[in-house]
């Protein structure tokens, strides 16, 4: 299995077993809660992973982010910024967001489609081509960028299941 193929089903399974399932039944009350005015919610954990992706994929095939292309902006009440990936965003601005259950899984969704059908046309030389970061800073490898969708993923998904137990008391695996 070469490296897109990997991070392929890695993606897959995170969108199908984790994403759909943590949002499983959850209202837009629920996804919007805060375990603590020191915490992130659920609905603001899975924006921000989701921006993540979006903003790298973008980087990498060239073409605009699903966030301004789809419109997503204006269905989360938000500014056509590509820049706002959720990164350094205070407690107040952690606070204020209020997205619904069903925009949350629907982007993650439109992202994924786009990110999976990017990494069908990448081949090996893509994934040692350098590319910087939107807006300038240093260059990494293709595969580099891929590798900070996975993690940013994976560390994100646990942290929205665990908060969805901790609200729920329903165990941290949604079933």
Known sequence: ???????????????NNF??????GLSDADVAKQP????????????????VEDGIIANISGK????????????FGMEANPANLGIGDS?????????????????AEA?????LACLNTLTPADLDRDLAPPGGGDTR??????AVILLD?????????YIRGYLTGKGWFPR
């Open 91 to 107: 407690l107040e601005q952690v606070a204020a967001f209020k997205p619904t259950a069903a925009n949350l899984q629907s982007y």
């Open 141 to 146: 490898k293709v595969e580099a960028w891929l």
């Open 19 to 24: 994403i759909k399932g943590a949002l499983n």
């Open 153 to 161: 993923h994976m560390h994100h998904s646990g942290q929205v299941c």
């Open 36 to 51: 603590s005015d020191q915490c992130n919610s659920i609905g603001w954990t899975l924006w921000h992973a989701t921006r």
């Open 1 to 15: 299995m070469d490296a897109t193929a990997v991070v392929n089903t890695v993606l897959t399974i995170d969108m």
């Open 64 to 75: 605009p982010q699903v966030w301004m292309e789809g419109s997503w902006h204006q269905k």
């Open 111 to 115: 992202v994924r489609e786009k990110t």
